[in-house]
């Protein structure tokens, strides 16, 4: 039996050969979650011998890292807005920057109803439910598989209960207005899924990533569908890709929505972008 730090070593070795930035961060991670110990255990257990068990399931975990699988899909988690989310390859891995959308959303009045289109793991609806103990929520997600993994985070996060997850393609299932509409949709150019890292392009779902040509097709189908899904004086939240801010405020413009704000991500850059609608509206 070897002892957790030679497994760690080796491990380490192996994904830095295999090319893998931060090598020696996801082996210990991934050595971590083999093991089940807490942080603080498994620190002062490192030279300890590892278990048969553990050391199968960390050479398969490896193995897995090295072929580009992202470390969230082999553990099965990713944690977001402080909570754990389900991840699978039926998801996209939800993202640092995705959590500017959350910040914007909280830092507004709260909604009574909140609707989320695309959604993945569910990571921004159920954390706006579960920040929000009195909002009710509707979520509408295009992969039954997608949809399966929200309906099991909803669970696992006790909002369930307030929670309508669909079915369907983006506006077509929804019924009644929304105080809040938030969206994190594809917004990757197809030309531009070739160079995308490994671990995105071969291992999240495509239907998560590209839109179109230009990367901007479902910025003009959720725009277009915007007016009938917001409620009076509501807002509209919506992630974007470096650069688009501009052509993604003129889609939105040219359907009613002035942008209200530009949220910048941690690196500055607008990540998030916040509409409402142009004139004061009295319906
Ligand atoms: C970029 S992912 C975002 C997932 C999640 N909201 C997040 O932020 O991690 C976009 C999601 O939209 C879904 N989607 C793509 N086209 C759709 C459509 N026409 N109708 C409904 N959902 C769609 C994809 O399956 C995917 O789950």
Known sequence: MSSRA????????????AGIEGAPRDARLLLRWASGLEAAAFSARLSDSSPADETARFAAAIA??????????????????????????????????????????????????????????????????AEWPETIGMGVERSPAALALARANAEAHGVA??????????????????GLVVSNPPYIPEAEVEALDPEVRDWEPMGALAAGPDGLADYRT???????????????????????????????????FRLHAAHPDLDGRPRALEFRRSEADFR
Do not use: K, M
């Open 64 to 129: 897995l890292r090295a072929a580009r699988r992202p470390v969230s899909q082999i553990v099965g988690g990713r944690e977001f807005w402080g909570r754990r989310f389900a991840v699978s390859a039926d998801v996209l891995d939800p993202r640092p920057e995705t959590e500017t959308l959350i910040a914007a959303a909280l830092d507004g009045p709260r909604p009574e109803a909140v609707l989320d289109l695309g959604l993945g793991s569910g990571c921004i609806l159920l954390t706006l439910l």
């Open 6 to 17: 030679d497994l760690l070593a080796s491990g380490v070795a192996t994904l830095t050969a």
């Open 222 to 256: 959720l725009a277009a569908g915007l007016d009938r899904a917001l409620a009076p004086g509501g807002r509209a939240i919506l992630e974007i890709g470096a650069g688009q801010e501009n052509d993604v405020a003129a889609i939105f413009a040219e359907q009613g």
């Open 161 to 178: 209960d307030r929670a309508q997850l669909l079915e369907g393609d983006w506006f077509a299932p929804v019924r009644g207005r929304f």
